[in-house]
């Protein structure tokens, strides 16, 4: 069997499910957009894809075609099975491939600078401290109105030109190993009966998870409650553990999710985005 450097689960479907910053009313421009983003970060990394394709008309596997070579490339087609049903079919392929012992789970809606992953791989694969490596500076690290849920001391370090700190949660786009995978599978699966990305992270991370945390936040911040609640109900056994596993994100971003107020900070967007138009569409 062929070895790569990388698996990825590229989640795909066709309708716009946010608001992003560019074309809103048209999903096919924005899945081009972004899909090219994420080959050009790939660099030289060889990548084994699985595409999974929930209700998507046939251009959209064209689309994988037009950027990755169809030896590289695995289409999974779904008849609608939604974000959760997608994100566990996610687990369970990555889980199950022997392409590579690093994994990638991809969103369709996430806008890359180039040649950025074999940097995210290397800190991966040379840091024993690195559990999951996100490629998005989010902005609720920076949101006043969750300055108390992400009120902690993050480790921090110089890696390949980048600052990497420590975080409490992000969304479901991230990197890891098919073993650290294996170990958090049952916290990852709570998503699909309903938990939050960001209370199954801070299961896993275990920042700010001492219940007396936990009631200063709440009381201060009624809108964090939900998440808090799930936090500590949906996984029972890490919630009771003692681990914590590190996820780490760059700054400045390498990628940003394509919803227009969550934009990574301290980047020019509008610039950044025009230029890749011009790139894609050229």
């Given at each position: 069997?062929?070895?790569?450097?990388?698996?990825?689960?590229?989640?795909?479907?066709?309708?716009?499910?946010?608001?992003?910053?560019?074309?809103?009313?048209?999903?096919?421009?924005?899945?081009?957009?972004?899909?090219?983003?994420?080959?050009?970060?790939?660099?030289?990394?060889?990548?084994?894809?699985?595409?999974?394709?929930?209700?998507?008309?046939?251009?959209?596997?064209?689309?994988?075609?037009?950027?990755?070579?169809?030896?590289?490339?695995?289409?999974?087609?779904?008849?609608?099975?939604?974000?959760?049903?997608?994100?566990?079919?996610?687990?369970?392929?990555?889980?199950?491939?022997?392409?590579?012992?690093?994994?990638?789970?991809?969103?369709?809606?996430?806008?890359?600078?180039p040649d950025q992953f074999e940097d995210m791989v290397q800190l991966l694969k040379e840091n024993d401290d690195v559990d999951f490596v996100?490629?998005?500076?989010?902005?609720?690290?920076?949101?006043?109105?969750?300055?108390?849920?992400?009120?902690?001391?993050?480790?921090?370090?110089?890696?390949?030109?980048?600052?990497?700190?420590?975080?409490?949660?992000?969304?479901?786009?991230?990197?890891?190993?098919?073993?650290?995978?294996?170990?958090?599978?049952?916290?990852?699966?709570?998503?699909?009966?309903?938990?939050?990305?960001?209370?199954?992270?801070?299961?896993?991370?275990?920042?700010?998870?001492?219940?007396?945390?936990?009631?200063?936040?709440?009381?201060?911040?009624?809108?964090?409650?939900?998440?808090?609640?799930?936090?500590?109900?949906?996984?029972?056994?890490?919630?009771?553990?003692?681990?914590?596993?590190?996820?780490?994100?760059?700054?400045?971003?390498?990628?940003?999710?394509?919803?227009?107020?969550?934009?990574?900070?301290?980047?020019?967007?509008?610039?950044?985005?025009?230029?890749?138009?011009?790139?894609t569409f050229k």
């Open positions: 069997m062929k070895k790569y450097d990388l698996t990825v689960a590229y989640r795909i479907y066709p309708k716009v499910s946010k608001v992003p910053p560019v074309f809103s009313d048209d999903k096919y421009k924005l899945a081009d957009l972004c899909l090219n983003s994420f080959k050009k970060s790939l660099g030289s990394l060889k990548v084994k894809m699985f595409v999974l394709l929930d209700n998507c008309p046939p251009e959209y596997e064209e689309l994988f075609l037009k950027y990755f070579d169809s030896k590289d490339l695995t289409f999974i087609k779904l008849d609608g099975v939604g974000n959760y049903g997608t994100f566990g079919l996610q687990i369970e392929t990555l889980l199950e491939q022997n392409f590579s012992e690093i994994i990638y789970f991809a969103e369709d809606d996430y806008l890359y600078f996100s490629p998005y500076d989010h902005l609720d690290y920076y949101n006043s109105k969750l300055h108390d849920l992400h009120d902690y001391a993050s480790f921090i370090k110089i890696y390949k030109n980048k600052h990497w700190r420590t975080a409490g949660s992000t969304c479901l786009t991230f990197l890891t190993t098919k073993e650290t995978l294996k170990k958090t599978k049952n916290v990852f699966l709570t998503f699909t009966e309903g938990n939050e990305d960001s209370s199954l992270w801070f299961n896993l991370t275990k920042y700010n998870m001492s219940k007396w945390s936990m009631l200063k936040i709440s009381l201060k911040n009624p809108y964090l409650l939900k998440v808090l609640y799930k936090t500590l109900t949906q996984n029972k056994t890490q919630t009771n553990s003692n681990k914590q596993w590190k996820l780490w994100v760059p700054i400045p971003t390498i990628a940003t999710h394509m919803e227009n107020d969550y934009l990574s900070p301290n980047i020019n967007w509008d610039e950044v985005i025009k230029r890749r138009i011009n790139e």
